[in-house]
Protein backbone atom coordinates (compact mmCIF):
# COMPACT_ATOMS: atom_id res chain seq x y z
CA UNK A 1 0.00 0.00 0.00
CA UNK A 2 1.24 3.60 -0.86
CA UNK A 3 0.03 6.64 0.57
CA UNK A 4 1.29 9.53 -1.69
CA UNK A 5 1.32 12.78 0.59
CA UNK A 6 3.49 13.36 3.50
CA UNK A 7 1.82 16.10 5.17
CA UNK A 8 -0.41 16.40 8.38
CA UNK A 9 -3.16 14.64 6.36
CA UNK A 10 -0.71 11.70 4.73
CA UNK A 11 1.05 11.14 7.75
CA UNK A 12 -1.61 10.13 10.13
CA UNK A 13 -3.16 8.64 7.49
CA UNK A 14 -0.13 6.76 7.39
CA UNK A 15 0.03 5.89 10.97
CA UNK A 16 -3.59 4.79 11.52
CA UNK A 17 -3.24 1.83 8.46
CA UNK A 18 0.20 0.90 9.60
CA UNK A 19 -1.37 0.86 13.24
CA UNK A 20 -4.14 -1.79 11.87
CA UNK A 21 -0.96 -3.92 10.60
CA UNK A 22 -0.87 -3.06 7.24
CA UNK A 23 2.22 -2.74 5.41
CA UNK A 24 2.37 1.36 4.20
CA UNK A 25 5.03 3.53 2.10
CA UNK A 26 4.35 7.18 1.92
CA UNK A 27 5.73 8.73 -1.25
CA UNK A 28 5.97 12.50 0.05
CA UNK A 29 7.63 14.94 -2.49
CA UNK A 30 9.95 17.13 0.30
CA UNK A 31 10.42 16.26 3.87
CA UNK A 32 7.20 17.47 6.45
CA UNK A 33 8.84 20.25 7.79
CA UNK A 34 9.07 21.53 4.10
CA UNK A 35 5.25 20.85 3.69
CA UNK A 36 2.16 23.16 3.99
CA UNK A 37 1.58 21.87 7.13
CA UNK A 38 4.67 22.73 8.48
CA UNK A 39 3.68 26.57 7.60
CA UNK A 40 0.28 26.07 9.97
CA UNK A 41 -0.33 28.41 13.02
CA UNK A 42 -1.87 25.55 14.07
CA UNK A 43 -4.88 25.82 15.93
CA UNK A 44 -7.87 23.23 15.97
CA UNK A 45 -10.60 24.55 14.36
CA UNK A 46 -13.19 23.72 11.51
CA UNK A 47 -11.93 26.56 9.46
CA UNK A 48 -12.28 27.43 5.35
CA UNK A 49 -13.59 23.75 5.20
CA UNK A 50 -17.01 21.76 3.76
CA UNK A 51 -19.33 20.45 3.98
CA UNK A 52 -20.19 21.30 7.52
CA UNK A 53 -21.93 18.18 8.69
CA UNK A 54 -19.06 16.16 8.10
CA UNK A 55 -16.64 18.32 9.20
CA UNK A 56 -17.81 18.30 12.47
CA UNK A 57 -17.59 14.29 13.38
CA UNK A 58 -14.10 14.88 11.88
CA UNK A 59 -12.77 17.16 13.84
CA UNK A 60 -14.47 16.10 16.70
CA UNK A 61 -13.20 12.73 17.01
CA UNK A 62 -9.85 14.72 16.59
CA UNK A 63 -9.87 16.64 19.09
CA UNK A 64 -9.99 13.88 21.59
CA UNK A 65 -6.70 12.34 19.87
CA UNK A 66 -5.76 15.45 20.39
CA UNK A 67 -6.55 15.65 23.82
CA UNK A 68 -4.71 12.96 24.78
CA UNK A 69 -1.51 13.85 22.99
CA UNK A 70 -1.50 16.99 24.79
CA UNK A 71 -0.07 14.90 27.91
CA UNK A 72 2.93 14.75 26.66
CA UNK A 73 3.59 18.08 24.68
CA UNK A 74 7.07 18.23 24.67
CA UNK A 75 6.88 14.38 22.45
CA UNK A 76 3.85 15.57 20.42
CA UNK A 77 3.57 19.53 19.90
CA UNK A 78 0.06 19.01 21.25
CA UNK A 79 -0.96 21.88 24.03
CA UNK A 80 -4.52 22.81 25.28
CA UNK A 81 -5.01 26.55 25.89
CA UNK A 82 -7.14 28.89 26.37
CA UNK A 83 -8.30 31.84 23.75
CA UNK A 84 -10.98 33.74 21.91
CA UNK A 85 -12.64 33.60 18.97
CA UNK A 86 -13.56 37.31 18.52
CA UNK A 87 -16.90 38.26 17.31
CA UNK A 88 -17.97 34.80 16.90
CA UNK A 89 -21.56 33.61 18.75
CA UNK A 90 -22.44 29.77 19.54
CA UNK A 91 -25.50 29.99 17.37
CA UNK A 92 -23.41 30.95 14.27
CA UNK A 93 -21.87 27.54 14.57
CA UNK A 94 -23.24 24.21 13.67
CA UNK A 95 -24.37 21.02 15.64
CA UNK A 96 -20.57 19.72 16.60
CA UNK A 97 -19.91 23.02 18.33
CA UNK A 98 -22.49 22.04 21.25
CA UNK A 99 -19.70 19.03 21.92
CA UNK A 100 -16.67 20.90 22.48
CA UNK A 101 -15.75 20.87 26.04
CA UNK A 102 -15.70 24.38 27.61
CA UNK A 103 -16.98 26.22 25.02
CA UNK A 104 -18.95 29.40 25.85
CA UNK A 105 -19.91 32.85 24.52
CA UNK A 106 -18.17 35.83 26.33
CA UNK A 107 -18.74 39.63 25.80
CA UNK A 108 -15.40 38.90 23.44
CA UNK A 109 -16.36 36.21 21.46
CA UNK A 110 -16.47 32.39 22.27
CA UNK A 111 -13.92 31.43 24.86
CA UNK A 112 -12.43 27.76 24.52
CA UNK A 113 -9.77 25.86 25.56
CA UNK A 114 -7.86 24.12 22.70
CA UNK A 115 -5.26 22.13 20.53
CA UNK A 116 -2.59 24.11 19.65
CA UNK A 117 -0.15 22.10 18.15
CA UNK A 118 3.49 23.30 16.89
CA UNK A 119 3.85 21.18 13.47
CA UNK A 120 7.64 20.94 13.00
CA UNK A 121 7.60 19.02 16.36
CA UNK A 122 4.10 17.13 15.34
CA UNK A 123 5.27 16.21 11.86
CA UNK A 124 8.50 14.77 13.18
CA UNK A 125 6.47 12.75 16.13
CA UNK A 126 4.05 11.33 13.45
CA UNK A 127 6.94 10.42 10.89
CA UNK A 128 8.49 8.51 13.96
CA UNK A 129 5.40 6.92 15.29
CA UNK A 130 4.96 5.68 11.69
CA UNK A 131 8.27 4.45 11.72
CA UNK A 132 7.85 2.57 15.04
CA UNK A 133 4.96 0.84 13.23
CA UNK A 134 6.72 -0.63 10.26
CA UNK A 135 5.84 2.08 7.88
CA UNK A 136 8.59 3.06 5.43
CA UNK A 137 8.92 6.90 4.21
CA UNK A 138 10.40 7.68 0.67
CA UNK A 139 11.29 10.83 -1.28
CA UNK A 140 9.66 10.67 -4.53
CA UNK A 141 8.38 13.51 -7.19
CA UNK A 142 5.14 11.83 -8.96
CA UNK A 143 3.71 13.34 -12.09
CA UNK A 144 0.69 11.00 -11.83
CA UNK A 145 -1.46 8.76 -9.53
CA UNK A 146 -0.88 6.12 -11.89
CA UNK A 147 2.72 5.96 -10.82
CA UNK A 148 1.76 5.22 -7.52
CA UNK A 149 -1.57 2.82 -8.70
CA UNK A 150 0.73 1.08 -11.26
CA UNK A 151 3.65 0.38 -8.97
CA UNK A 152 4.33 -3.84 -8.70
CA UNK A 153 2.81 -5.39 -5.88
CA UNK A 154 0.37 -2.83 -4.93
CA UNK A 155 -3.02 -3.12 -4.59
CA UNK A 156 -4.11 -0.08 -2.81
CA UNK A 157 -3.11 4.09 -2.89
CA UNK A 158 -4.28 6.59 -0.85
CA UNK A 159 -4.28 9.91 -2.18
CA UNK A 160 -3.24 12.53 0.00
CA UNK A 161 -1.82 15.36 -2.08
CA UNK A 162 -3.65 18.34 -0.81
CA UNK A 163 -2.75 20.89 -3.48
CA UNK A 164 -1.01 18.67 -5.79
CA UNK A 165 -4.15 16.68 -6.47
CA UNK A 166 -5.00 19.02 -8.44
CA UNK A 167 -2.50 18.15 -11.16
CA UNK A 168 -1.88 14.64 -10.03
CA UNK A 169 -5.65 13.56 -9.98
CA UNK A 170 -6.04 15.67 -12.24
CA UNK A 171 -9.17 18.34 -10.23
CA UNK A 172 -9.21 21.83 -10.82
CA UNK A 173 -11.30 21.86 -7.87
CA UNK A 174 -8.52 22.39 -5.92
CA UNK A 175 -7.33 26.00 -5.57
CA UNK A 176 -4.61 27.60 -3.28
CA UNK A 177 -5.76 29.86 -0.79
CA UNK A 178 -2.51 31.82 0.37
CA UNK A 179 -1.59 32.16 3.74
CA UNK A 180 1.34 34.62 5.63
CA UNK A 181 2.12 34.87 8.83
CA UNK A 182 4.57 36.46 10.59
CA UNK A 183 6.68 34.82 13.47
CA UNK A 184 7.89 37.11 16.99
CA UNK A 185 9.55 37.25 19.66
CA UNK A 186 6.66 36.00 22.10
CA UNK A 187 6.50 39.68 24.55
CA UNK A 188 4.69 37.58 27.48
CA UNK A 189 1.42 36.55 26.05
CA UNK A 190 -0.01 32.67 27.27
CA UNK A 191 -3.52 32.67 25.41
CA UNK A 192 -4.18 32.52 21.82
CA UNK A 193 -6.64 35.15 19.68
CA UNK A 194 -8.53 34.92 15.99
CA UNK A 195 -10.58 36.97 14.80
CA UNK A 196 -11.21 35.57 11.63
CA UNK A 197 -13.41 37.12 8.28
CA UNK A 198 -14.55 33.72 6.56
CA UNK A 199 -15.29 35.79 3.71
CA UNK A 200 -12.28 37.82 3.29
CA UNK A 201 -9.11 38.04 3.00
CA UNK A 202 -7.53 39.17 6.08
CA UNK A 203 -7.92 37.58 9.41
CA UNK A 204 -6.31 38.61 12.79
CA UNK A 205 -4.56 36.02 15.03
CA UNK A 206 -1.80 35.14 17.39
CA UNK A 207 -0.83 31.88 18.66
CA UNK A 208 1.80 31.28 21.79
CA UNK A 209 4.24 28.42 19.99
CA UNK A 210 7.47 27.37 21.73
CA UNK A 211 9.44 29.17 18.74
CA UNK A 212 7.70 32.08 19.46
CA UNK A 213 4.24 34.37 18.63
CA UNK A 214 2.84 33.43 15.56
CA UNK A 215 1.06 36.43 13.76
CA UNK A 216 -1.76 36.07 10.85
CA UNK A 217 -2.59 36.71 9.07
CA UNK A 218 -3.85 36.33 5.00
CA UNK A 219 -7.16 33.96 2.89
CA UNK A 220 -5.94 34.93 -0.51
CA UNK A 221 -7.59 32.93 -2.65
CA UNK A 222 -6.14 32.06 -6.17
CA UNK A 223 -2.74 33.12 -5.18
CA UNK A 224 0.15 31.15 -5.48
CA UNK A 225 3.22 33.17 -4.50
CA UNK A 226 5.45 31.76 -1.95
CA UNK A 227 7.33 34.80 -1.37
CA UNK A 228 6.42 36.74 2.09
CA UNK A 229 5.21 40.64 1.32
CA UNK A 230 6.91 43.20 3.18
CA UNK A 231 4.10 45.26 3.29
CA UNK A 232 1.46 42.62 4.13
CA UNK A 233 3.63 41.41 7.04
CA UNK A 234 4.11 44.98 8.60
CA UNK A 235 -0.29 45.07 8.56
CA UNK A 236 -0.33 41.67 10.07
CA UNK A 237 1.66 42.73 13.08
CA UNK A 238 -0.13 46.48 12.94
CA UNK A 239 -3.69 44.77 13.50
CA UNK A 240 -2.36 41.97 15.92
CA UNK A 241 -0.73 45.00 18.09
CA UNK A 242 -4.49 46.33 17.99
CA UNK A 243 -5.62 43.89 20.47
CA UNK A 244 -2.07 43.25 21.99
CA UNK A 245 -0.46 45.92 22.24
CA UNK A 246 3.01 45.06 23.32
CA UNK A 247 3.35 42.87 19.86
CA UNK A 248 4.17 46.05 18.37
CA UNK A 249 7.85 46.07 20.05
CA UNK A 250 8.27 42.25 19.62
CA UNK A 251 11.50 41.59 17.41
CA UNK A 252 10.69 39.73 14.45
CA UNK A 253 11.88 36.64 14.07
CA UNK A 254 10.82 35.14 10.71
CA UNK A 255 8.76 34.87 7.93
CA UNK A 256 6.40 32.19 6.96
CA UNK A 257 3.76 31.63 3.39
CA UNK A 258 1.98 28.48 2.94
CA UNK A 259 -0.86 27.27 0.50
CA UNK A 260 -4.02 25.98 1.55
CA UNK A 261 -5.59 23.26 -0.66
CA UNK A 262 -9.05 24.61 -0.62
CA UNK A 263 -12.18 22.76 -2.07
CA UNK A 264 -15.82 23.29 -2.34
CA UNK A 265 -15.92 20.09 -0.47
CA UNK A 266 -13.30 17.61 0.90
CA UNK A 267 -13.12 14.70 -1.41
CA UNK A 268 -13.12 11.40 0.59
CA UNK A 269 -13.88 8.27 -1.02
CA UNK A 270 -12.91 5.38 -3.09
CA UNK A 271 -12.43 4.15 -6.55
CA UNK A 272 -11.04 1.37 -8.20
CA UNK A 273 -8.47 2.09 -11.62
CA UNK A 274 -6.05 0.00 -12.99
CA UNK A 275 -7.69 -3.69 -13.05
CA UNK A 276 -9.51 -3.68 -9.60
CA UNK A 277 -6.23 -1.54 -7.57
CA UNK A 278 -8.16 0.70 -4.74
CA UNK A 279 -7.41 3.97 -4.76
CA UNK A 280 -9.11 6.45 -1.74
CA UNK A 281 -8.98 10.05 -2.14
CA UNK A 282 -8.36 12.28 0.92
CA UNK A 283 -7.47 15.77 0.21
CA UNK A 284 -9.32 19.30 -0.45
CA UNK A 285 -9.27 20.10 3.98
CA UNK A 286 -8.47 23.79 3.22
CA UNK A 287 -7.86 25.52 6.25
CA UNK A 288 -8.46 22.76 8.46
CA UNK A 289 -6.09 20.15 7.70
CA UNK A 290 -4.69 19.99 11.20
CA UNK A 291 -8.60 19.98 13.04
CA UNK A 292 -9.68 17.08 10.53
CA UNK A 293 -6.68 14.79 10.45
CA UNK A 294 -7.37 11.79 12.77
CA UNK A 295 -11.21 12.04 11.32
CA UNK A 296 -10.62 12.09 8.17
CA UNK A 297 -7.90 9.37 8.68
CA UNK A 298 -9.93 6.87 10.33
CA UNK A 299 -12.56 6.95 7.36
CA UNK A 300 -9.94 6.86 5.20
CA UNK A 301 -8.91 3.50 6.44
CA UNK A 302 -12.21 2.35 6.53
CA UNK A 303 -12.87 3.20 2.78
CA UNK A 304 -9.13 0.86 2.09
CA UNK A 305 -11.26 -1.68 4.21
CA UNK A 306 -13.85 -1.64 1.24
Not at 178 to 190: A, M, Y
Not at 205 to 222: C, H, K, M, N, V
Request: aromatic share 6%; net charge negative.
Amino acid sequence: MIVVGGGVIGLTTAVVLAEQGRRVRVWQREPAERTTSAVAGALWWPYRIEPEALTGEWALASFSVYEALAKRPGETGVRMVEGVQAGQRLDELGPWAARVPGLRETGEGLRVRLPLIDMPVHLGWLRERFLAAGGVVEERSVESLAEATGADGVDVVVNCTGLGARDLVPDPAVRPVRGQLVVVENPGITTWFTAADHSGSKTTYFFPQPGGLILGGTAEEDEWSLVPDPAVAEEIVRRCAEVRPAIAAARVLGHRVGLRPARDAVRLDRELVDGGRVLVHNYGHGGAGVTVAWGCAADAARLVGG
